[in-house]
């Protein structure tokens, strides 16, 4: 069986959560707590793992997968259906680069670690570095809007009527938004698109709160 | 024609450059330059082309792609040959993810627009912004020689002996490293496989250095 090694409040993990859930692929959790003792993910035991000490990681039989997004397409690659990509070139592309505009130009900067060293290693006071979180949230999350608005391909999700990669990467990103209080209230297609995802079970189950070592 | 804008030393427009190069597509290049006026990247003309005010874009007649990982993707579905991308699940997954550990575990930390943050909104002075800079290059690149020394798969390149998506990133990368004074010394596996990839000249046309707006 899959082991998806994940923490509850990780959005990278939250993202192969959501395509596990898609593709309706029985796997177990591997809770790896990022604020427990010292984090567990730099511990000798899950560098064995993914010696880059990030989540999530994925073990499929002998092989061990990193990167959130490198994990999705491997589980595109191997079980395509339902499809998280579109069939057309243009559309993957576009897909894809909405999800690359979060996972490379927002999730990054608001990554934990970064968070860290700006505290520790910088001095940057807690009100400085909330506004550094929101900045690039805002900033990542305006131009993902100006995408959509822009885009002749429409529907009730990012890319059509089904859910894709880039539905994936942008719910988790939304709950990172909220707990720095983003102001999203000027982003109606991209709240419409959320409220759609939600009532989709794969979506709602592998929410923060709903997991194993939530709390 | 497509067409790319491009700025020299933006590493992720230098991995397209690369991509296009071992595909051998033609194509022209519309420089974009990020340190004149303000940042040509900011202006309406280049917002219509992509809202989110980065490099590089690719326009393939009426379709303008944006995200560096996204285009090359993209490329690789419209232009399989040469491949850019094993053939086996397995590996397409560790040459993805090895090119997302640059992409999104490094290089959104030393992009100029972050960098210009830590001065200008955070008082960073300049000393500090290096050691940020080199931090999260080396944390990166550590991480990148590891997965090389474990992995089962050898060969000239980071995946086997032929050029693939993960050398793509890797030397961009290794170029903004050298440009903050990283100390590489210890990265020999790293070092190697540079050393096969500027012996290309898909990989050494697409040098910063010998661009059209470098300078």
């Known amino acids: 069986m899959l082991q998806l090694y994940s923490y509850s409040l990780s959005s990278a993990a939250y993202r192969v959560r959501i395509a596990l859930n898609l593709k309706a692929l029985p796997h177990e959790t591997v809770p790896i707590h990022l604020r427990k003792e010292g984090g567990q993910q730099l511990q000798a ?8 000490a990030l989540v999530p990681a994925l073990v499929d039989g002998d092989l ?11 589980l595109e690659d191997t079980h395509p259906q339902p499809a998280l990509l579109p069939a057309d070139p243009a559309g993957r592309a576009r897909v894809r680069a909405l999800a690359l505009s979060i996972a490379c130009d927002i999730h990054p900067l608001n990554n934990l670690r970064v968070l860290k060293y700006l505290k520790n290693e910088l001095g940057v006071q807690d009100a400085a570095r909330d506004d550094w979180y929101r900045h690039w949230v805002m900033l990542g999350l305006d131009a993902f809007e100006a995408e959509l608005a822009r885009s002749p391909v429409q529907g009730a999700f990012c890319h059509g009527d089904t ?15 909220r707990r720095v209080d983003c102001d999203l ?10 409220a759609a995802c939600q009532a989709l079970p794969a979506f709602a189950k592998a929410a923060p709160a709903l997991q194993s070592d939530a709390g």
Chains 1, 2 share one sequence.
Not at 185 to 194: A, C, H, P
């Open 163 to 177: 859910p894709t990669l880039a539905d994936i990467c942008l719910v988790p990103q939304l709950a990172n938004a």
């Open 185 to 194: 209230s000027g982003l109606v297609r991209i709240l419409r698109i959320e």
């Open 64 to 74: 061990t997968l990193s990167q959130s997004l490198a994990i999705i397409e491997y």
């Open 45 to 52: 035991a899950y560098r064995a793992v993914n010696p880059a």
